[in-house]
C-alpha cells in the first residue's frame, strides 16, 4: 500500500504565497519522478510541474518565475512553493509520483487527494 497526503492550500490574497507538500507513505521502493497537477471549475486538468527522481525540474508557462518545485528524497516528501499568486491560479492541486514498491519490479502512478488552493483578487 503507498499513500500521497497532501497539506498546505487554503485561500490567500492576490500576490500572497502559499506552500503544498506532499507526502508519501508505505511499501516504497523507490520513487521516480513526482510533479503536480492541477484542475480548475469546468477545465481539463493541467500538468503543471514535475521533479524528477535527480532534481530536474519543468513548468507550465504559466507558473514559470512564480512557482519552484522540490522534493527531500530522504522524507520521501515534494514541495510547491507558489508565489505572487494570481486568481487564475486557483484550483484544485493534485500531487503525484511514480513509484516501484517493494513488492513489484513494476512502476505505478499514485495520486493525491487533492488540495484547494482559492485565490481571491
Known amino acids: 500500500q503507498v499513500q500521497l497526503v497532501e497539506s498546505g492550500g487554503g485561500l490567500v490574497q492576490a500576490g500572497g504565497s502559499l506552500r503544498l507538500s506532499c507526502a508519501a507513505s508505505?511499501?516504497?521502493?523507490?520513487?521516480?519522478?513526482m510533479g503536480w497537477y492541477r484542475q480548475a471549475p469546468g477545465k481539463e486538468r493541467e500538468l503543471v510541474t514535475t521533479?524528477?527522481?535527480?532534481?530536474?525540474?519543468n513548468y507550465a508557462d504559466s507558473v514559470k518565475g512564480r512557482f519552484t518545485i522540490s522534493r527531500d528524497n530522504a522524507k520521501n516528501t515534494m514541495y510547491l512553493q507558489m508565489n505572487s499568486l494570481k486568481p487564475e491560479d486557483t484550483a484544485v492541486y493534485y500531487c503525484?509520483?511514480?513509484?516501484?514498491?517493494?513488492?513489484?519490479?513494476?512502476?505505478?502512478?499514485?495520486w493525491g487527494q487533492g488540495t484547494q488552493v482559492t485565490v481571491s483578487s
Open positions: 503525484y509520483a511514480i513509484i516501484r514498491t517493494t513488492y513489484s519490479t513494476n512502476t505505478y502512478k499514485y
Open positions: 521533479v524528477s527522481s535527480g532534481g530536474r525540474t
Open positions: 508505505g511499501s516504497i521502493f523507490s520513487i521516480n519522478a
